[in-house]
């Protein structure tokens, strides 16, 4: 099964700074075939069912605010919050959907600091 | 806007069998893969099972797998999973997701499964 590993655990940020959570997972993630890093993130209000952020690592789903941003490739990936938001506070996880067990990292914890 | 809702939740006792439900509000249901997604309480995500749109193809969680079986009838755009032997380490909040990627772009607001005597 590929491991995927989120850090940090969980993070502060002062509101209007940027917030960075990093994704790594124990195998690549890009299928040459078709150009594309198999890797979602989502984001997970308290009470609430997840909701996709960010899928093919860096597509933002639609409705999605821009100041959320997803890069990377490979193995190593990072979801961006630009300019954090007091509606942003969350946990946020990633998830790989190369291979099944399609298995999501342990997830990090958003808070305002 | 696609709605999935989940059903069939509950209490149960180890060892016995609980068949969950998701409802689909959309005609596209036959064009989506499907997965069930567990949340046990106060913890992450665990990716359950996943079904290919046409049903051909399932996919299991080694925890679950020779216990829980995943199917659908895209005539009445449900999915279904049908949980046996359960355990104490089965209990958790089920989501149904959908999608027409392996991403999951549609999430249910989920079923409260307790597995406990």
């Known amino acids: 099964d590929i491991v995927v590993t989120q850090s940090p655990d969980s993070l502060a940020v002062s509101l209007g700074e940027r917030a960075t959570i990093n994704c790594k997972s124990s195998?690549?993630?890009?299928?040459?075939?078709?150009?594309?890093?198999?890797l979602a993130w989502y984001q997970q209000k308290a009470g609430q069912p997840p909701k996709l952020l960010i899928y093919w690592a860096s597509t933002r789903e639609s409705g999605v605010p821009d100041r959320f941003s997803g890069s990377g490739s490979g193995t190593d990936f990072t979801l961006t919050i630009s300019s954090l938001q007091a509606e942003d506070v969350a946990v946020y996880y990633c998830?790989?959907?190369?291979?099944?067990?399609?298995?999501f990292g342990q997830g990090t914890k958003l808070e305002i600091k | 806007e696609v709605q999935l809702v989940e059903s069939g939740g509950g209490l149960v006792q180890p060892g016995g069998s609980l068949r969950l439900s998701c409802a689909a509000s959309?005609?596209?249901?036959?064009?989506?893969?499907m997965s069930w997604v567990r949340q046990a309480p106060g913890k992450g995500l665990e990716w359950v099972s996943g079904?290919?749109?046409?049903?051909?193809?399932?996919y299991y969680a080694d925890s679950v797998k020779g216990r829980f079986t995943i199917s659908r009838d895209n005539s009445k755009n449900t999915l279904y999973l049908q949980m046996n032997s359960l355990r104490a380490e089965d209990t958790a909040v089920y989501y149904c997701?959908?999608?027409?990627?392996?991403?999951?772009?549609?999430w249910g607001q989920g079923t409260l499964v307790i597995v406990s005597s």
């Open positions: 195998q690549s993630l890009f299928y040459s075939s078709y150009n594309n890093n198999y």
């Open positions: 079904i290919s749109s046409d049903a051909v193809t399932t």
């Open positions: 959309t005609f596209t249901f036959s064009s989506y893969s």
């Open positions: 997701t959908g999608g027409s990627g392996w991403y999951r772009s549609y």
């Open positions: 998830q790989q959907y190369y291979n099944t067990p399609h298995t």
